[in-house]
């Protein structure tokens, strides 16, 4: 079967932890989208891993790991990672997808460019290159990994670069420009260095499904980073929805039968964009900062804080449905223990208005949040493994969140570990 893993919330819900957990069940792994611009962590008996591209199923020795068609390829840190991977003494199996595209040098450099040249409108970028790719790709000026071993085209496509590049180097931001023999240099390293993996991904995971493979789609932050269904314009470049799971690894749609998908028992996000529910005072923002996570609510890829808040219904019940979840994870619930009262935001308020309904960027900004207070269980509940087990007050914070979302609730993560996680008979 086909099951794809994907955020509900900005990202940063926890899902390295459950892609670990799953990818021990499947066949195949496969990063279908983004790029090194976000992290996932990963705690288990060979270490303490923040992955960027690698796919959490490098941890096993009997997975596949895949680099769909719809990453945004730095082979750089894709190599340098994997060095990572095999000093904890693993050795994964990698293939790249011949059609993924390269994240060049100048992405990075343009998306620093452009962050400086906003100033205070900036996006919050992770200035990893993203959305110069993503604009390069869909403006027919990407490189593939395929292309890499066509001298000609290649030569042909660096000399076109090189011409729209530089005008905008000098015009816009007054910088140097490319050089067109060095960026051909570069990609005859990238060349010699990413031969070893690259495979034609689309055949080999149609013949998978033949044959009855597990697969797993792993998918990078989550929906309210989605360019059409997020908090537009401070989103992500790429599709986060399982949706383009189909598209960025090159699979049937109808082959996807599971979707899980990962909420965190409060909010957090990196960078700008609206969020409803943000924690405001920042004593204590910070209090529920340092209680979040394994290591805090600290960015994997950026080490920037997070921001925090309470858990969120109405924006976590549109990101499972934009999703199509046939299950939710809920994570980080020990990370509450601390809080004898706990808030959760049931609805938005806005022009004297109570709404249920997740609305766009515009009317966003005008929204307060309507809180209902729930009591805590102010008890440690790592450790515990039997849902019954848990606190009646812990218990009716899960059960209301899954009321509120109209999606089941099949297990709940009560510890950063891989066997942290307590799971519910729905």
Request: charged letters at 20%; one cysteine or more; aromatic letters at 6%.
């Given at each position: 079967m086909v099951r794809a893993i994907v955020g509900a919330n900005w990202?940063?819900?926890?899902?390295?932890?459950?892609?670990?957990?799953?990818?021990?069940?499947?066949?195949?792994?496969?990063?279908?989208?983004?790029?090194?611009?976000?992290?996932?962590?990963?705690?288990?008996?060979?270490?303490?891993f923040a992955f960027h591209l690698m796919p959490s199923g490098v941890c096993y020795d009997h997975t596949t790991c895949i680099i769909g068609?719809?990453?945004?390829?730095?082979?750089?840190?894709?190599?340098?990672?994997?060095?990572?991977?095999?000093?904890?003494?693993?050795?994964?199996?990698?293939?790249?997808?011949?059609?993924?595209?390269?994240?060049?040098?100048?992405?990075?450099?343009?998306?620093e460019y452009e962050e400086e040249r906003l100033g205070k409108n900036a996006f919050g970028s992770t200035k990893s290159g993203i959305a110069p790719f993503f604009s390069d790709k869909y403006a027919k000026i990407g490189i593939q990994v395929n292309e890499l071993f066509d001298d000609e085209t290649l030569k042909a496509k660096i000399k076109n670069i090189c011409t729209l590049k530089n005008l905008t180097l000098k015009y816009v931001y007054n910088k140097p420009l490319l050089d067109k023999d060095e960026l051909y240099n570069t990609c005859v390293d990238y060349r010699e260095k990413i031969a070893p993996y690259v495979c034609d991904t689309h055949t080999y995971l149609m013949n998978a499904i033949k044959e009855g493979k597990n697969i797993l789609l792993e998918g990078?932050?989550?929906?309210?980073?989605?360019?059409?269904?997020?908090?537009?314009?401070?989103?992500?470049?790429?599709?986060?929805?399982?949706?383009?799971?189909?598209?960025?690894?090159?699979?049937?749609?109808?082959?996807?039968?599971?979707?899980?998908?990962?909420?965190?028992?409060?909010?957090?996000?990196?960078?700008?964009?609206?969020?409803?529910?943000?924690?405001?005072?920042?004593?204590?923002?910070?209090?529920?900062?340092?209680?979040?996570?394994?290591?805090?609510?600290?960015?994997?890829?950026?080490?920037?804080?997070?921001?925090?808040?309470?858990?969120?219904?109405?924006?976590?019940r549109y990101g499972v449905a934009c999703q199509g979840a046939t299950q939710v994870v809920m994570t980080a619930l020990d990370c509450l223990s601390y809080l004898e009262e706990i808030k959760i935001c049931t609805g938005y308020e806005v022009d004297g208005e109570i709404i249920k309904d997740f609305p766009t960027t515009p009317i966003l900004k005008k929204c307060k949040p309507v809180l209902k207070t729930m009591k805590g269980w102010h008890c440690d509940i790592r450790g515990i493994r039997n849902y019954d087990e848990l606190p009646q007050e812990t218990k009716d914070y899960v059960e209301f969140i899954e009321s509120e979302l109209g999606y089941p609730i099949t297990m709940v993560s009560n510890g950063p570990e891989r066997e942290a996680i307590i799971y519910r008979n729905k």
């Open positions: 990202g940063d819900e926890g899902k390295g932890k459950i892609t670990d957990m799953f990818a021990g069940q499947s066949d195949i792994v496969i990063r279908f989208q983004g790029g090194a611009n976000a992290g996932h962590t990963i705690i288990n008996e060979h270490g303490r068609n719809g990453v945004a390829l730095d082979i750089n840190k894709f190599l340098n990672e994997l060095e990572d991977v095999k000093k904890a003494g693993l050795n994964p199996n990698l293939l790249v997808s011949e059609r993924a595209q390269i994240l060049m040098p100048y992405h990075i450099l343009l998306d990078q932050l989550g929906t309210l980073k989605d360019p059409d269904f997020g908090i537009y314009p401070m989103v992500t470049s790429s599709s986060t929805l399982a949706g383009y799971g189909a598209v960025g690894a090159g699979i049937p749609p109808h082959a996807i039968e599971d979707i899980v998908v990962v909420t965190k028992a409060y909010s957090s996000a990196v960078g700008a964009g609206e969020f409803v529910s943000e924690i405001l005072d920042e004593a204590e923002a910070q209090e529920l900062r340092i209680h979040g996570g394994d290591k805090g609510e600290f960015g994997a890829t950026t080490g920037r804080p997070r921001r925090v808040g309470w858990f969120d219904c109405v924006a976590t």
